[in-house]
């Protein structure tokens, strides 16, 4: 007997076809798992980057245009990650099940979409960094096996009427059962691979092991008052838990103080390689400075405030003989992002260094242990390489780092930014005195003044915290004598070369957003 689609139509409408289609449905989702399960695992064997899930969603990230990472970023904030992956399972969980509804012992279409899966999962872990045709090995045999449950597994699923012959139906307990060790299976290997891909790493036990180094050149004490101390403002140091996160990093790079090493190449008149001996020979400082991505929105809070402890750049630029016509350092991390930071700024003066701890702790993986870079002044995209491993001293004429390449500026300095705190958004707001405050930054010239007015009237000469340097943001206060009715706050900065924040409304992409931060509050 040949099925036809009119016949599963027809028997669709069955409780028991219905209740096939689900099993089938089933059958297709678990085969789907344990491709991932066996690719997961598999993984631990050749790079934690082979995976295919991983390899899919990486190599996602790396392909999508500029404005799919804007809204990304603007929409899932902080959580683009997470969103990634729900989307990729969803999307994968669909096709699986589709794949299960369609599976015949004789017309594998099923199969077909698990090898088209795996096709796509080939390409992307073979896109990966440093990759080799062994990358595609997780995925392949992953695909194998799956196939081969997917088969067992909708055949065990398949109703009396639907096969060929009457004894090719398995009771619906064998189904289950072997559908529940499959699922199993599955798990147990994904889970045992991520466990063993993070322990091969042994990242875990070197950062615990990490002595942060002392600094003799201290950051200076951060004087009372810098911190306003406003319940609902931002505090004037970030803690590492609530710090930003931004890269294109699905899977956090672990290295340990052992594997990383620093290669400086390119226009240089000595080459070096710095191992971690090397970097921590040299004396380290502390500095309190201010990071911030350019693809802040007005009002955002991608910017956050911590105390370094790290190696001045400088010095490394001065030892290795940078070339005059240099003017490019072409910082790679481990997993190939790239940044092109100006030498001219490495070398002005400013406090450009090679971090390796963060408030007092190693730097948190996701925040580039063991070794990352901060510099003032120029946003994280063209200066901020975390995970460093390698430094190519170039011209901006001949190579483009990896924003660049997708459509932002070469150059990134930090635009002058205000924000308001507090109140929050349409908070309930007395009649009377009403306490605002909130941020400002415009990091290596520093704040000069933060004004706000209300419905577009007088500018106002807000209170402002005592300055921290020149590289931190300063806070601000601003009392308000708040009348009844709808009202709009807005604020602006005026950084110390006398520029003012610019008005006119322009997104992150190329050099970060313009704009007044407006917030609006009905007082009653
Ligand atoms: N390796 C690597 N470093 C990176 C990035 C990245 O994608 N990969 N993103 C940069 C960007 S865009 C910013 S804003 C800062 C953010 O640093 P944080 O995550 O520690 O806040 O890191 C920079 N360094
Ligand atoms: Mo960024």
Not at 121 to 136: C, D, E, F, L, N
Not at 315 to 329: R, S
Request: aromatic share 8%; net charge negative.
């Amino acid at each position: 007997m040949t099925t036809t689609i009119g016949d599963r139509h027809e028997a669709a409408r069955t409780p028991r076809r219905r209740r096939h289609l689900f099993s089938r449905a089933l059958a297709g989702v678990i085969a789907a798992g344990v491709v991932l399960g066996v690719g997961e695992l598999l993984s631990v064997l050749i790079d934690p980057n082979s995976s295919p899930f991983y390899a899919v969603g990486s190599t996602t990230v790396d392909r999508s245009p500029a404005f799919a990472r804007e809204f990304a970023i603007d929409t899932f904030g902080t959580n683009d990650k997470p969103a990634l992956f729900v989307g990729m399972t969803i999307l994968i969980v669909l096709l699986a099940a589709v794949a299960g509804i369609v599976e015949r012992p004789r017309a594998p279409f099923g199969s077909a979409i698990l090898a088209a899966l795996g096709l796509v999962g080939v390409y992307a872990a073979t896109q990966r960094p440093s990759a080799t045709w062994v990358y595609a090995l997780p995925t392949v045999v992953g695909v194998v096996v799956g196939i081969a449950v997917l088969r067992v597994l909708t055949s065990a699923a398949q109703a009396p009427e639907d096969s060929d012959a009457e004894d090719a139906w398995l009771p619906r307990r064998t189904f289950l059962l072997l559908a529940a060790a499959a699922a199993a299976a599955a798990a147990a290997a994904g889970a045992a691979g991520r466990y063993l891909g993070q322990q091969a790493a042994g990242a875990l036990d070197n950062r615990r092991a990490f002595a942060v180094p002392e600094p003799t050149d201290k950051a200076a004490p951060i004087a009372a008052g810098t911190d306003i101390g406003v319940p609902g403002a931002t505090p004037f140091v970030t803690s590492n838990e609530e710090f930003y996160r931004i890269d294109t990093a699905l899977r956090v790079p672990r290295l340990t103080t052992d594997d990383w090493q620093l290669r400086i190449h390119g226009m240089v008149d000595r080459e070096l390689t710095l191992n971690w001996d090397a970097l921590v020979a040299r004396t380290p400082i502390e500095r309190v400075i201010t990071l911030t991505c350019v693809s802040n929105e007005v009002g955002g809070n991608l910017a956050g405030n911590a105390t370094w402890i790290g190696y001045p750049i400088k010095d490394i630029l001065d030892e290795v003989g940078v070339h005059l016509d240099a003017d490019m350092l072409l910082s790679t991390s481990s997993d190939d992002f790239t940044a092109g930071t100006p030498v001219e700024v490495l070398r002005d003066g400013r406090d450009a260094i090679l971090a390796v701890a963060m408030n007092g702790q190693p730097l948190p993986f996701e925040h580039g242990y063991p070794v990352r870079q901060v510099v003032p002044g120029l946003y994280g995209y063209v200066s901020a390489t975390k995970w460093v491993v390698d430094w190519e001293f170039t011209r901006f004429d001949k190579a483009e780092a990896y924003w660049t390449k997708r459509g932002w500026s070469a150059e990134g300095p930090i635009k002058t930014a205000s924000r308001i705190d507090v109140p929050a958004p349409f908070a309930p707001t007395l009649p009377g005195s009403v306490l605002v405050a909130g941020t400002a930054w415009a990091q290596h010239r520093g704040i000069e003044k933060v004004e706000v007015r209300v419905d577009n009237g007088e500018w106002q000469t807000a209170t402002l915290a005592p300055e921290y340097t020149v590289d931190t943001w300063r806070q601000w206060t601003w009392e308000w004598q708040a009348t009844s009715g709808l009202h709009t706050l807005q604020v602006r900065a005026t950084d110390l070369d006398g520029n003012i924040q610019v008005e006119e409304r322009t997104p992150p992409i190329p050099g970060g957003a313009t704009g007044w931060h407006t917030r609006s509050f009905t007082v009653s």
